[in-house]
Nanobody, 123 residues
């Protein structure tokens, strides 16, 4: 399933953004949802995943980013605070082919990616 992320933009270091990912009602019965990002010249990496009350955050965003879901609106969110230049990347969301190991790791193996949203943190 290709999901469309939105809410990106350009902010100064220390700023905040809220990313959204709308999930169609046909794909809303998911167990795990996650956010991934890909910076120029780097591989795509897992940023944060959620399954019920279980969440995963990469070490680089822990304490600054918050993942949440609104099942009534079929929407996945990523609140990003205290943004740093190294957070600059294209951010993607996904609800399939995800493997979450509690707070330890979250990977996506297989599947295709929808259109991501660009986040640029620069002064």
């Amino acid at each position: 399933v290709q999901l469309q992320a939105s809410g990106g933009g350009s902010v100064q270091p220390g700023g905040s953004l809220r990313l959204s990912c709308t999930i169609s009602e046909f794909d809303s019965d998911f167990n795990v949802a996650g956010w991934f990002r890909q910076a120029p010249g780097k591989e795509r990496e897992g940023v944060s995943c959620i399954s019920g009350t279980s969440t995963y955050y990469s070490d680089s965003v822990k304490g600054r980013f918050t993942i949440s879901t609104d099942h009534a609106k079929n929407t996945l969110y990523l609140n990003m605070d205290s943004l740093k230049p190294e957070d600059t990347a294209v951010y993607y969301c996904a609800t399939d082919y995800l493997f979450l190991q509690g707070s330890k790791s979250c990977h996506r193996i297989g599947g295709s990616w929808g259109q991501g949203t660009q986040v640029t943190v620069s002064s």
